[in-house]
């Protein structure tokens, strides 16, 4: 179960960096 959280926030979280960068460079 925690394990499960993780990794969802990991992907959260490289999903939000991703989005923030290309509006930055954009």
Do not use: P, S
Request: charged share 35%.
């Amino acid at each position: 179960m925690i394990r499960h959280q993780l990794e969802f926030k990991c992907r959260l979280i490289t999903f939000l960096n991703k989005d923030f960068e290309e509006e930055t460079m954009g």
